[in-house]
T-cell receptor, first 111, second 114 residues
Framework: GQSLEQPSEVTAVEGAIVQINCTYQ??????LSWYQQHDGGAPTFLSY????GLEETGRFSSFLSRSDSYGYLLLQELQMKDSASYFC????????????FGRGTSLIVHP | NAGVTQTPKFQVLKTGQSMTLQCAQD?????MYWYRQDPGMGLRLIYY???????DKGEVPNGYNVSRLNKREFSLRLESAAPSQTSVYFC?????????????FGPGTRLTVL
């Protein structure tokens, strides 16, 4: 089977930088995605990494190390609206290439 | 372009009642999915349809059935609802095999079974 681990909660202040880690165990790794979900809303796609390295999209960046089975989402210049849950999801042949989601990290941004 | 739509948005059932959750997408995606989300559990896959005419079980299929009516529509049926099926249900679609396989989610159906 597949498993993902991410912290349940992270807190930070407005304007700061925060990193949300995700470690995974799977067979036939294909890619790692990140999704954001505000309370009462639907998950929305943020980023995807299939190769090692950093992908940058505005204030958000995502990193992957395939050899370490590890990735992280980096949020810079935090804003109050970034308070949300963040999910990593792994895609692998061991899971029929269907994304398997972690349990999510609740990010709380304080003023 | 509405993306992924789901009906109803809210539903309350009594134990043993049946209902069908409807989902439709207008992005011409091949693949569609049904997830349930419970507090602290993330998103768990119930069923998916990789392409029109195929459906497969996910992680938590017991108590559910699905129908891929056509390329646009994918419905989820609860034949005899149980309190354990109280959850938020999300439908999603994606372009299977695409470079990122981004999943697009509907707004969700909040189901309570009494």
């Amino acid at each position: 089977g597949q498993s993902l681990e991410q912290p349940s909660e992270v807190t930070a202040v407005e304007g700061a930088i925060v990193q949300i880690n995700c470690t995974y165990q799977t067979s036939g790794f294909y890619g790692l995605s990140w999704y954001q979900q505000h309370d009462g809303g639907a998950p929305t796609f943020l980023s995807y990494n299939a190769l090692d390295g950093l992908e940058e999209t505005g204030r958000f960046s995502s990193f992957l190390s395939r050899s370490d089975s590890y990735g992280y989402l980096l949020l810079q210049e935090l804003q109050m609206k970034d308070s949300a849950s963040y999910f990593c999801a792994v895609k692998a042949s061991g899971g029929s290439y269907i994304p398997t989601f972690g349990r999510g990290t609740s990010l709380i941004v304080h003023p | 372009n509405a993306g992924v739509t789901q009906t109803p948005k809210f539903q309350v059932l009594k134990t043993g009642q049946s209902m069908t959750l409807q989902c439709a997408q207008d992005m011409n995606h091949n693949s569609m999915y049904w997830y349930r989300q419970d507090p602290g559990m993330g998103l768990r896959l119930i069923y998916y349809s990789a392409s029109e005419g195929t459906t497969d079980k996910g992680e938590v299929p017991n108590g559910y059935n699905v129908s891929r009516l056509n390329k646009r529509e994918f419905s989820l049926r609860l034949e005899s609802a149980a309190p354990s099926q109280t959850s938020v249900y999300f439908c999603a679609s994606s372009d299977w095999g695409g470079s990122t396989d981004t999943q697009y989610f509907g707004p969700g159906t909040r189901l309570t079974v009494l």
